[in-house]
């Protein structure tokens, strides 16, 4: 694999026109999980107890507002029995909520003694990632829904090697029995397939951590709707947990075929991203990059795993991604604009001749796509 100076810069412009550009920075398989509680409490110059005094109405900007009295400063200065304090709220709120104020005004969420305590006692988002999430993972799945779901966010938010970091204080068996739950919340199951894989994988008695590996093939293998959210993260899971024998494993169950289910070869594709980024010192890189040069078989996600591998300036699959110009990119701009993207990247002679062999034949959509690939300058 080579590549540097102009062909890098080509690279970088496909994979950000193409939306590809990888968020390591959080959770890849958690979907949008909006702020956390702590993280809000710490940048509100005040966070305050407050009780409603008044109906929900819409302000002039169409924004659904609430008068609280604020009744206890949390954190920083609240002056109690003051005037009453418009807040911004999500839904109409009956009774006690929290109160995050600053210079843009005040915002107030729905809570009781329980939510309270949790948000007085979460550690500070200055504490290190891994040390926040070991108090966080207690949480997980807590009896009360507005701390299961504050705790999930906190992991949701957190690079993959704070998750990593914090594996000793996940109960296994507490995610076992999540992740066989049918009625868990499926992005929830699919973060707790990727919490299991890190416990395995971490795990020295073998003969449990086949029995993680068992769990988690059992969930991967079950069937479903190939647009089921968390899927991505019980694939991830076997891939952090079994490495090598990961990706055999998405092989053997069909994921990287042609004619598998558009849903899934999403899913798988997000794995191998994920493996590229995140993995490198337990699944080698050239077998992330052979597995994503298969789905360039694939309709759903031809484009993107020729973006991918342009990205990893893996030149292996040059015929196979000229071959996509037709008849796939015929009715698919984004396959064109990836095939010329990824073959005027390629520093080879081989590349140059199949661009070349390209704008014979079709000059005007040879210029279109590197174009539309490049973006503009």
Known sequence: ??????????????????????????????????????????????????????????DDAGRLTQPFAVRQAIRGRAAANAAPVAARVAAPV???????????????????????????AAPATTVPAADRLAWYAARLEHSDPAIAADAFTEFGLAPFAAV????RSFDAEKLTRWIEEPGIDQRR???YGLALGIVAAAEPDPIVRARFVATLRRAAEAPGSDLRAGFDGLLAGVVVAEAEAGLDFL??????????????ARHALAVLRFAWECLARSVPRDRVAAATARLLANPAVAADAAVDLARYQDWSAIA???????????????????????LAACPLPAARGQLDRLRAADPAGVRAALEAAVGPR
């Open 1 to 58: 694999m080579t590549g540097g100076g102009a062909a890098g810069w080509l690279i970088a412009c496909i994979a950000i026109g193409a939306g590809l550009v990888t968020q390591a920075a959080a959770c890849p398989f958690c979907g949008v999980v909006g702020r956390s509680l702590a993280e809000r409490r710490d940048t509100a110059a005040t966070t305050a107890v407050g009780e409603s005094v008044g109906p929900a109405t819409r």
């Open 251 to 264: 092989a053997a169950r069909g994921l990287l075929n042609g004619d598998t289910r558009a849903g899934d």
């Open 164 to 167: 990593r970091d914090a594996a």
């Open 320 to 342: 196979a991604v000229a071959a996509l110009w037709e008849p796939l990119g015929r009715d698919d701009p984004l396959v064109r604009r990836a095939v010329a993207g990824y």
């Open 189 to 191: 199951r699919g973060f």
């Open 94 to 120: 009956a009774g006690t909520a929290l109160l995050f104020g600053d210079a843009a005004g005040w915002e107030a969420v729905a809570a009781d003694e329980s939510l309270l305590a949790h948000v007085a």
